[in-house]
């Protein structure tokens, strides 16, 4: 429900996309995002400038023209 409302306010407020970053270890979480349609940027970080924890970037497209 709360991904369902935030895509619907995103939506309304005429937003063209909304990205979120996941910890890589996370698959399930990964798995879940991608099941609600978002995708994978290929974009890669660590979580702070001194970690080792990387962290992956998922995008959801709007579509709003």
């Known amino acids: 429900m709360l991904i369902t409302n935030a895509l619907a306010f995103l939506h309304k407020t005429k937003q063209e996309c909304f990205s979120l970053w996941v910890n890589a270890c ?4 990964i798995q879940f995002y991608e099941a609600q349609g978002f995708r994978r940027t290929g974009a890669t970080s660590t979580l702070r400038p001194t970690s080792n924890l990387k962290i992956v970037e998922l995008v959801y497209e709007l579509g709003v023209t």
């Open 26 to 29: 996370h698959v399930g979480v």
